[in-house]
């Protein structure tokens, strides 16, 4: 899995097995950068729609299969944060949760894509579900 | 290592979260929460003063907790809750629902 075409400037590109563990070192990472590049206002949608994708790409995607990698790319833009995690698993159906509507308040889970949509500005998925690319906006100067 | 504490009083837990609520700590912490509630637990409080950072696990398990204490008539509070976790609590509509609270002005905390 290499890092997209147009990832050059302020990137972050990391591999990880298919172990929850290895979520928090790539999220401190992303925290790091963020801050460092005058983004700390945007850390807490970024890491957290981050963190929705590697969760879901580890346990959904790839099943837990620690021979499996999740890929995460991020790049800092000019306008917007894009943040694209890709796993090895079959994909899944995208566009029947794009459709779902939000859990009510006891239901325990679904709430992945929600978060999401709360964030980021555009989501798209490649045909097998097993990319997702966000946008997020970008904090702006002064703001 | 324990991310977090439970101090039991009667039939009340204090959950303390030393750290983020996210997908790694759930299984360790939700196999605690099941003990207690089991052991009669009819009240949880927890404090998230110490967590930057609430993913949809940590939300599931807290609704998880609220549901098992509903059946039996209990009660929970969120306390201490960041201004980021709090939005994003208003915007799922989940602030009534788990009884969650922010801080006190001037405990921020910086992740």
């Known amino acids: ?143 | 290592m324990a991310y977090y504490t439970i101090e039991r009083k009667e039939n009340q837990c204090l959950v303390a979260l030393q750290g983020d609520l996210t997908a790694p700590l759930i299984p360790d912490l939700q196999a605690a929460l099941k003990k207690n509630l089991e052991q009669g637990v009819e009240e949880a409080v927890f404090d998230l003063g110490n967590t930057v950072m609430l993913d949809s696990s940590g939300i599931g398990l807290l609704i998880a907790t609220c549901n098992s204490l509903a059946q039996k008539k209990g009660k929970m509070r969120v306390l201490n809750v960041s201004p980021d976790i709090l939005r994003l609590l208003q915007s799922m509509r989940l602030v009534t629902r788990l009884n969650a609270a922010g801080r006190e002005p001037g405990e921020e905390k910086h992740g």
């Open chain 1, 1 to 143: 899995m290499k890092p997209p075409p147009g990832m050059a400037g302020i990137s972050l590109h990391r591999e990880i097995r298919s172990h929850l563990a290895e979520v928090d070192p790539v999220c401190r990472e992303i925290r790091s950068l963020l801050e460092d590049n005058g983004q700390a206002a945007a850390c807490f949608g970024v890491e957290l729609v981050a963190r929705e994708w590697l969760n879901n790409a580890i346990v959904h995607g790839n099943r837990l299969d620690a021979g499996k990698k999740v890929a995460l790319n991020l790049r800092i833009g000019r306008k917007w944060i894009y943040l694209q995690i890709i796993d090895e698993g079959p994909g899944f159906d995208w566009r029947k949760a794009r459709r779902a509507s939000p859990p009510d308040d006891t239901v325990i889970g679904g709430r992945g894509l929600p978060i999401s949509v709360l964030y980021a500005c555009r989501i798209t998925f490649n045909q097998r579900g097993n990319q997702v690319s966000l946008w997020l906006k970008k904090e702006s100067k002064g703001g």
